[in-house]
């Protein structure tokens, strides 16, 4: 593969895609060891996918079309965010039945210095109308073959915009060779992509009756413009009829809407400071003593306990803990208050666990890891 990937139309091409992008500079800046900025959400882009003469996907029964069920949830989400926190700026990439295409919705996201970026879809695979359920994508390689399966077809859309194969340095949608560009792309917000995605998906299932298929990462080429954190949403498969009929009805938009806020809530709580809501007097929590943090590898996530002694990959990661926490149940390995000494663990684990991540953990609660990692350095300079 390395071989073929050498004669590829993309060799010399990289640094003009990625500077077509957006993404050398950022790029450079997370090489050198630059600092970023202190994080906080105060403007987000929300892009309802497709629009225009781009449909989507297409409803089996109903021949629901994609464009016209994500539009209602985006809108509704933008307006649920700004009634409850008026101080943040929404920006739409579409309000209306409108074509952009994919690169300027990431541009436009850039252009608006959006401190967070949701994009939103339906999935289809009518050749299995069984296969139904809620996913969230952040950016990455593919891991799986479904997941390149669901980023060929939504990448596919750039088939749609006029020279598609200039603007796009001679991306070609229908190649898996082209995926290996997205191995390149540092994402400097991966880990804020990813406590986004497991809130979400953690709500979506919580608040509809779509199947958990959990969090995923893929080479959507919507995501790899962005320079915040980001993420992609398919909200159920309209080539299953039980979802469709779900998402064509105004209770599941609302619902989906309803997950997508709630999660929201959460992740711009855990990165602003504050409450998501202003409890009474009365219900205010005790001051938390101080503790050290700690990071993990998380494994897998369930709605309920897996059996560690039948699970064979479980098994052979060796000393593996359940923690129960926001209603899910979470399988991590290593226990260290040190982030860099579990990077060499993570590329071994990730060998079985291909989605396997770093999480932080702080009183027993997830904590961002970016603020983990200045914490225990802070403790570390204070000894």
Not at 72 to 77: D, G, H, S, T, V
Not at 162 to 180: A, L, M, R, T, V
């Amino acid at each position: 593969m390395l071989m073929r990937y050498k004669k590829h139309r993309w060799h010399g091409a990289i640094p003009r895609i990625l500077l077509t992008i957006g993404l050398l500079p950022l790029l450079t800046a997370s090489l050198s060891g630059q600092p970023l900025e202190r994080y906080s959400v105060r403007t987000v882009v929300i892009d309802p996918g497709h629009g225009g003469k781009d449909p989507g996907c297409i409803g089996v029964a109903k021949k629901t079309q994609e464009k016209d069920v994500v539009l209602p949830i985006a809108l509704r989400l933008g307006q649920l965010i700004g009634e409850r926190y008026p101080e943040v700026r929404i920006a739409y990439t579409r309000k209306d039945d409108t074509f952009m295409e994919l690169r300027d919705r990431s541009r436009f996201a850039n252009s608006q210095n959006a401190d967070l970026f949701i994009s939103i879809h339906c999935n289809s695979f009518p050749q299995k109308r069984s296969v139904c359920g809620f996913e969230t994508y952040v950016m990455g390689l593919h891991k799986t073959e479904d997941n390149l399966r669901v980023a060929m077809r939504e990448n596919a859309v750039i088939t749609y915009e006029d020279n598609f194969e200039s603007k796009y340095e001679g991306y070609d949608p229908n190649s898996e060779e082209s995926f290996i560009i997205f191995s390149m792309l540092q994402n400097a917000h991966l880990d804020q992509s990813l406590q986004l995605a497991s809130q979400v998906q953690q709500e979506a299932i919580q608040r509809t009756a779509l199947a958990d298929r959990g969090v995923r990462q893929a080479g959507f080429w919507v995501l790899v413009g962005t320079t915040m954190p980001s993420i992609l949403v398919e909200a159920g498969y309209l080539s299953n009829a039980k979802d469709e009929e779900l998402l064509r009805s105004d209770k599941g938009q609302e619902a989906v809407a309803q997950a997508l806020f709630n999660a929201f809530c959460t992740y711009k709580h855990s990165v602003d400071g504050g409450p998501t809501t202003t409890p009474k007097k009365s219900e205010q929590p005790p001051p938390a003593q101080p503790s050290t943090v700690e990071f993990r590898i998380q494994l897998l996530t369930a709605t309920k306990p897996v059996d560690l002694s039948s699970n064979n990959q479980l098994r052979a990661m060796g000393s593996v803990d359940e923690l129960h926490i926001d209603g899910r149940y979470r399988y991590t390995t290593g226990r260290t208050p040190h982030y860099d000494e579990l990077l060499p663990r993570l590329a071994e684990v990730r060998k079985t666990f291909t989605d396997a991540f770093i999480i932080a953990l702080k009183n027993g609660k997830l904590m961002p890891v970016h603020e983990a990692k200045a914490e225990a350095a802070q403790n570390t300079n204070t000894k």
